[in-house]
């Protein structure tokens, strides 16, 4: 192939790169409704909850409103805000001053409030409940040590810690708490917040960190340890909004005002109870809560049958699979070409294609939310990513594979590179390329799964929530299907090579 030649290649894929990239973000767009409200929640319980709870209530004054759980963190959920990915979420005050503006020192509700309001943001007067952090051991290690406040830590280096990811690295966990209480305990560990629970009552760990108005504190006996030196700060619920809400739906931002001071604690932690414990719906939930303490029918909210779950979760899933998969494969194959082609670029190619499938999927799906916020596009495009290392360097293998022979016969005849291309070469290489497709594709089913966490939808939503909630028929829900249609997909590209790679390059090829 001349360089030429090689030049208008690169220009076409370049060009096609740009166009994906035009055509998924208008149809991005085009299936954006700015007429919708969208509210977010954090990755446990009580956010997923109160979460509902305003969502319901918006609905009850007549707005579009969606509502996404299970989001992660609260740097995810709140750069979403930020961005206008969301409308509003549960937040609490000493998330606020000590975690999103750490460093500000920031304390007052009005400091709160002007920083907030810097960022383009606005927060309700509390909820009605507080939700502090605190440490937490089993009643009988605890007693048996005789350790009944976080000093009292400080004699006991040998003991297992293990704490949610998010306070293991927040300014106002872990690091703050080891510093002024001078905890020796060097066996400290990072879960996810529900599992903590599980892993502190098998005796894996000795200590968790816990959320003042959990239900597992009763459930697991759990001690809570007085914070003696009072370093964790008050935990005020709220819900943070964008300011432009209050134009563009009045009628939402007028309801989840109403939710001020009407939370308590003892009601919170029965909410909690009722999901965690008892295997109510946070739907059903908030429903009740909303007709016993203010009065209104908590908006239409679709109840769904497993069958009618899995339908939804299924087309989801094969958007995201789908759309990624044919963007690997256009982008793909061109690159391989131009990897077999170009010694050089090759190598150039080859060895970003691998540094991109070397970055964990979900690092590499949280890489893609500054950019494309939450929802599928960000997904849509780091499975693109993550996609490409089988296709490309299969091509590439494929390709550098004919015989020399081969070659030299298509120019012999007078053929021009790209004929020689698309007649003898592409066809010859045809069995190690579908085979990286079939990888990709595979790969894809399972990695899209992770999708759930910001948004995404597909078999991830169940899984996460299956999580949270300590559900295994929910992560079963997602699991089992996902498990399927990876297997489904190896059976469809076993059958394709089979139907449209001639015998003998199949016989070749194995």
Same mark, same amino acid.
């Given at each position: 192939?001349?360089?030429?030649?090689?030049?208008?290649?690169?220009?076409?894929?370049?060009?096609?790169?740009?166009?994906?990239?035009?055509?998924?973000?208008?149809?991005?767009?085009?299936?954006?409704?700015?007429?919708?409200?969208?509210?977010?929640?954090?990755?446990?319980?009580?956010?997923?909850?109160?979460?509902?709870?305003?969502?319901?209530?918006?609905?009850?004054?007549?707005?579009?409103?969606?509502?996404?759980?299970?989001?992660?963190?609260?740097?995810?959920?709140?750069?979403?805000?930020?961005?206008?990915?969301?409308?509003?979420?549960?937040?609490?005050?000493?998330?606020?001053?000590?975690?999103?503006?750490?460093?500000?020192?920031?304390?007052?509700?009005?400091?709160?409030?002007?920083?907030?309001?810097?960022?383009?943001?606005?927060?309700?007067?509390?909820?009605?409940?507080?939700?502090?952090?605190?440490?937490?051991?089993?009643?009988?290690?605890?007693?048996?040590?005789?350790?009944?406040?976080?000093?009292?830590?400080?004699?006991?280096?040998?003991?297992?810690?293990?704490?949610?990811?998010?306070?293991?690295?927040?300014?106002?966990?872990?690091?703050?708490?080891?510093?002024?209480?001078?905890?020796?305990?060097?066996?400290?560990?990072?879960?996810?917040?529900?599992?903590?629970?599980?892993?502190?009552?098998?005796?894996?760990?000795?200590?968790?960190?816990?959320?003042?108005?959990?239900?597992?504190?009763?459930?697991?006996?759990?001690?809570?340890?007085?914070?003696?030196?009072?370093?964790?700060?008050?935990?005020?619920?709220?819900?943070?909004?964008?300011?432009?809400?209050?134009?563009?739906?009045?009628?939402?931002?007028?309801?989840?005002?109403?939710?001020?001071?009407?939370?308590?604690?003892?009601?919170?932690?029965?909410?909690?109870?009722?999901?965690?414990?008892?295997?109510?719906?946070?739907?059903?939930?908030?429903?009740?809560?909303?007709?016993?303490?203010?009065?209104?029918?908590?908006?239409?909210?679709?109840?769904?049958?497993?069958?009618?779950?899995?339908?939804?979760?299924?087309?989801?899933?094969?958007?995201?699979?789908?759309?990624?998969?044919?963007?690997?494969?256009?982008?793909?194959?061109?690159?391989?070409?131009?990897?077999?082609?170009?010694?050089?670029?090759?190598?150039?190619? !080859? *060895?970003?294609? %691998?540094?991109?499938?070397? /970055?964990?999927?979900? &690092?590499? $799906?949280?890489?893609?939310?500054?950019? =494309? +916020?939450?929802?599928?596009?960000?997904?849509?495009?780091?499975?693109?990513?993550?996609?490409?290392?089988?296709?490309?360097?299969?091509?590439?293998?494929?390709?550098?594979?004919?015989?020399?022979?081969?070659?030299?016969?298509?120019?012999?005849?007078?053929?021009?590179?790209?004929?020689?291309?698309?007649?003898?070469?592409?066809? !010859? *290489?045809?069995? %190690?390329?579908?085979?990286? /497709?079939?990888?990709? &594709?595979? $790969?894809?089913?399972?990695?899209?799964? =992770? +999708?759930?966490?910001?948004?995404?939808?597909?078999?991830?939503?169940?899984?996460?929530?299956?999580?949270?909630?300590?559900?295994?028929?929910?992560?079963?829900?997602?699991?089992?299907?996902?498990?399927?249609?990876?297997?489904a997909v190896q059976g469809a590209f076993e059958l394709l090579g089979r139907?449209?790679?001639?015998?003998?390059?199949?016989?070749?090829?194995?």
């Amino acid at each position: 192939m001349t360089k030429r030649a090689l030049g208008q290649t690169f220009g076409r894929s370049d060009l096609a790169t740009r166009l994906f990239a035009a055509a998924v973000f208008a149809l991005a767009s085009g299936c954006s409704r700015p007429s919708r409200v969208t509210i977010g929640s954090k990755a446990f319980t009580e956010s997923a909850i109160v979460g509902e709870i305003a969502a319901q209530g918006a609905r009850s004054a007549g707005a579009d409103v969606i509502h996404h759980s299970e989001l992660g963190g609260t740097r995810l959920v709140w750069n979403a805000l930020v961005g206008g990915q969301i409308d509003a979420y549960p937040e609490y005050t000493g998330t606020i001053a000590h975690e999103i503006f750490a460093g500000q020192n920031i304390q007052s509700d009005a400091e709160i409030r002007a920083a907030l309001a810097a960022k383009g943001i606005a927060m309700t007067r509390p909820l009605g409940f507080n939700d502090n952090y605190a440490l937490g051991m089993r009643h009988d290690v605890a007693q048996r040590l005789g350790i009944r406040t976080i000093s009292d830590l400080r004699g006991h280096a040998e003991l297992r810690l293990g704490f949610s990811s998010e306070f293991l690295n927040r300014a106002d966990g872990w690091p703050a708490l080891r510093d002024t209480y001078q905890l020796p305990q060097k066996s400290v560990t990072g879960l996810q917040h529900d599992l903590a629970y599980r892993a502190l009552a098998d005796g894996s760990i000795d200590v968790t960190d816990l959320y003042s108005t959990d239900a597992e504190i009763a459930q697991f006996h759990l001690r809570v340890l007085e914070d003696d030196l009072h370093r964790f700060p008050e935990y005020q619920a709220v819900l943070l909004y964008r300011a432009d809400l209050a134009g563009r739906a009045p009628q939402v931002v007028a309801a989840i005002k109403r939710l001020e001071g009407q939370i308590t604690r003892q009601r919170m932690i029965e909410m909690n109870e009722q999901v965690k414990l008892k295997r109510v719906p946070p739907e059903q939930v908030a429903r009740q809560f909303l007709r016993e303490v203010l009065g209104v029918s908590g908006g239409a909210t679709a109840v769904h049958g497993l069958w009618q779950r899995l339908k939804t979760s299924t087309a989801e899933h094969l958007k995201l699979v789908g759309v990624s998969l044919l963007a690997a494969v256009l982008i793909g194959i061109v690159l391989g070409v131009l990897a077999a082609s170009l010694a050089r670029i090759g190598q150039g190619i !080859l *060895a970003f294609v %691998a540094a991109i499938y070397t /970055i964990p999927a979900l &690092a590499l $799906l949280v890489f893609m939310l500054p950019l =494309l +916020g939450i929802g599928w596009l960000p997904a849509v495009v780091a499975l693109f990513l993550y996609s490409l290392l089988p296709i490309v360097r299969n091509t590439h293998s494929g390709l550098r594979n004919i015989p020399a022979s081969v070659r030299e016969s298509g120019a012999v005849l007078g053929m021009p590179p790209i004929a020689r291309l698309l007649r003898i070469e592409l066809p !010859l *290489a045809s069995p %190690a390329i579908l085979a990286g /497709i079939q990888t990709a &594709a595979v $790969l894809d089913v399972g990695t899209a799964t =992770l +999708g759930g966490f910001i948004g995404a939808g597909g078999y991830g939503q169940p899984i996460f929530t299956g999580i949270t909630l300590g559900n295994l028929h929910l992560i079963l829900e997602g699991a089992i299907p996902a498990a399927l249609m990876a297997l489904a997909v190896q059976g469809a590209f076993e059958l394709l090579g089979r139907i449209a790679i001639p015998r003998g390059l199949r016989l070749k090829a194995g």
